[in-house]
């Protein structure tokens, strides 16, 4: 009897040690839920989120490249064509120290005639033969002169021309045995401007008397 007392104790204390070990242990995790004191709740599941597309907003490759074409145009305006610039030649004109422009020798010449002889000058008031030149070819011509007849004779921008193959520019001097003593500027057909003791600035012809016989050469000025 103490022998079958002993043993159903033995199995009572098993099988409470087995009922606490049961409640005592965690039920494996199952996916999705979680163990709240012996019930099983569906716990929220975090999808994992598939790679989207660039957003609809996102600039295309074209566009891109519209967008740099844009933008080289814009900093580089010299990409635009040119105007074209005008061949038709440009008509000369000469500013005299007046202020008035003339478009030929003659013109400007004429602008001087009967302005008196003055001995030394070299203006409008009054001139001699080099000073009134010297006005010629800086205002016509932009080119400088010294203020003596046979200073210019010796020029050398200036190279000797033949009588019979003047043109319009070249200069002319007359002289006689001492040495060059007057000088005029040729227009055409014979004719030359020059200032004159006695009329002052006026025109005379190279088969005058006085000036056939005082002649003494022309030059060019070298271009």
């Known amino acids: 009897m103490a022998n079958l007392w002993k043993k159903s104790g033995l199995a009572a204390l098993a099988l409470f040690l087995s009922i606490v070990m049961l409640t ?5 995790t199952r996916t999705g839920y979680s163990r ?9 599941t975090v999808q994992k989120q598939e790679p989207t597309q660039a957003s609809a907003s996102a600039t295309t490759p074209a566009a891109q490249a519209s967008d740099s074409t844009k933008v080289a145009k814009a900093a580089n305006p010299a990409t635009q064509p040119a105007p074209k610039k005008s061949t038709a030649p440009a008509k000369q004109q000469t500013k005299a120290s007046g202020g008035k422009k003339y478009s030929t020798l003659k013109e400007y010449t004429d602008s001087w005639k009967g302005t008196k ?18 006005n010629v070819f800086r205002d016509f011509y932009g080119v400088s002169l010294d203020h003596k007849a046979a200073a210019i004779y010796k020029d050398t921008r200036f190279t000797q021309v033949s009588r ?10 007359f002289g006689d045995f001492w040495g060059i003593s007057h000088i005029g500027v040729y227009l055409s057909d014979g004719n030359f401007s020059h200032a004159s003791t006695s009329k002052g600035v006026m025109i005379s012809n190279l088969e005058e008397k006085y000036f056939d016989s005082r002649y003494k050469g022309a030059r060019r000025l070298i271009r």
């Open 24 to 28: 005592s242990c965690s039920f494996p």
């Open 36 to 44: 709240k004191l012996g019930a099983y709740k569906p716990v929220p």
């Open 117 to 134: 002889y003055v001995y030394g000058g070299s203006s409008r008031k009054g001139t001699d033969c080099s000073g009134y030149i010297m």
């Open 164 to 173: 019979s193959s003047l043109k319009e520019g070249d200069l002319v001097f």
